[in-house]
C-alpha cells in the first residue's frame, strides 16, 4: 500500500497571501497524483489531476507540480472561501486508493 | 448537472447491517466505475470499494474485505453498498463518488462526490 503524507497539517495564512501545500508518496506515483478541496456542508471538489491539470472550471490560482513521490498544490493569492482542508489522493497503485491525511488551511 | 445522493446511513449496533444506496443523475451511469469512499468523525478520508462500469469487478480496502458488499443497478442509475458484521471503527460519514474514466477497467480519481450519509455503529 502506497502511504501518502501531506505537511503541514494546518497552515496559517493570511488573505491575498500563497499558500504551499505538500504531499509525499512512500514510493513512486509517478504523475497519478489528484488533489481535492474539502468545505463543511458540500461535497469534495477535485482541484488538480495528473498532479499539474485543473479540473474543469477550477481558477487559475490554484497549480499542482511534481511527480514521483514529491507534489506541491500551490494557491496563490488567497481567497475566503479557499480556507478548507485539502487532501492529495494518488492513483498509481490501487488496491486501494490512498489518500494523504490532509491539510487545513486556516486564516491567520 | 452530475448529482450522487446518498442515502441510507443511520445508528446501528456492533454486528448488525445496513444498505446504503447511491443515487445519480446528470451523466451516463453505465459507462463510469462508482467507489465509496468513508470519513470517521474529524478524520482524514479512507477509499472503501470500487465497482467497475459494468459491475464485472469490485475492488474494496482489506479492512471491510468479507463484510461489505459493492453493487449497482445500471437501470435505475444507483450504487449500493451492503455493510454486513458492523464493528464501531466503521462509523463514519459514506461518500459515493465517480471515478474520471469513461468505460475503463481501472479506478482513477474522483471527478464529483455525494455529500455523503452518516453510519454510526454503537452499542
Known amino acids: 500500500e502506497i502511504v501518502m503524507t501531506q505537511s503541514p497539517a494546518t497552515l496559517s495564512v493570511s488573505p491575498g497571501e500563497r499558500a504551499t501545500l505538500s504531499c509525499r508518496a512512500s514510493?513512486?506515483?509517478?504523475?497519478?497524483l489528484a488533489w481535492y478541496q474539502q468545505k463543511p456542508g458540500l461535497p469534495l471538489r477535485l482541484l488538480i489531476y495528473?498532479?499539474?491539470t485543473r479540473a474543469t472550471g477550477i481558477p487559475a490560482r490554484f497549480s499542482g507540480s511534481g511527480s514521483g513521490t514529491e507534489f506541491t498544490l500551490t494557491i496563490n493569492s488567497l481567497q475566503s472561501e479557499d480556507f478548507a482542508v485539502y487532501y492529495c489522493?494518488?492513483?498509481?497503485?490501487?488496491?486501494?486508493?490512498?489518500f494523504g491525511g490532509g491539510t487545513k488551511v486556516e486564516i491567520k | 448537472q452530475v448529482q450522487l445522493v446518498e442515502s441510507g446511513g443511520g445508528v446501528v449496533q456492533p454486528g448488525g447491517s445496513l444498505r446504503l444506496s447511491c443515487a445519480t443523475s446528470?451523466?451516463?451511469?453505465?459507462?463510469?466505475?462508482i467507489h465509496w469512499v468513508r470519513q470517521a468523525p474529524g478524520k482524514g478520508l479512507e477509499w472503501v470499494a470500487f465497482i467497475r462500469y459494468d459491475g464485472s469487478n469490485k475492488y474494496y480496502a482489506d479492512s471491510v474485505k468479507g463484510r461489505f458488499t459493492i453493487s449497482r443497478d445500471n437501470s435505475k442509475n444507483t450504487l449500493f453498498l451492503q455493510m454486513n458484521s458492523l464493528r464501531v471503527e466503521d462509523t463514519a460519514v459514506y461518500y459515493c463518488?465517480?471515478?474520471?474514466?469513461?468505460?475503463?477497467?481501472?479506478?482513477?480519481?474522483?471527478?464529483?462526490w455525494g455529500q455523503g450519509t452518516l453510519v454510526t455503529v454503537t452499542s
Open positions: 495528473g498532479a499539474s
Open positions: 446528470g451523466f451516463m451511469f453505465s459507462d463510469y466505475g
Open positions: 514510493q513512486s506515483v509517478s504523475g497519478n
Open positions: 463518488a465517480k471515478d474520471s474514466f469513461r468505460i475503463a477497467a481501472a479506478a482513477y480519481y474522483f471527478d464529483y
Open positions: 489522493q494518488q492513483y498509481n497503485n490501487w488496491p486501494p486508493l490512498t
